[in-house]
Nanobody, 121 residues
């Protein structure tokens, strides 16, 4: 069984920074893309950043230049560092991992439980 566990959220002042982590565990054969989404109150969930298994990264325009996504393949972990935070960055941040488990389960996307990030003005 595969699990994603996130950490690093909390209350941050505007202009501050944070680092989120998401560790995948369980019977994992291969991890492909790793992504961070966020969902602000009353808004749809949006893709914030993504990193391929080859290390190619992509960011939503609103965080480009302020966010840095990285991964540690030995630890099956993806990170999101954000600086110069705005109140508009407030939301629940979810990691999403495209992976193939061992056994009969197919390759699919797995989701973390979400971690709250609140940026105060």
């Amino acid at each position: 069984q595969v699990q994603l566990v996130e950490s690093g959220g909390g209350l941050v002042q505007a202009g501050g920074s944070l680092r989120l982590s998401c560790a995948a565990s369980g019977s994992i054969y291969k991890i492909y893309d790793m992504r961070w989404y966020r969902q602000a109150p009353g808004q749809q969930r949006e893709l914030v950043a993504a990193i391929t298994d080859g290390g190619r990264v992509n960011y939503v325009d609103s965080v480009r230049g302020r966010a840095f996504i990285s991964r540690d393949n030995a630890k099956n972990t993806v990170y999101l560092e954000m600086k110069n935070l705005f109140p508009e960055d407030t939301g629940v941040y979810y990691c999403n991992v495209d992976l193939e488990p061992y056994g009969l389960d197919p390759r699919q996307d797995y989701w973390g439980q979400g971690t709250q990030v609140t940026v105060s003005s």
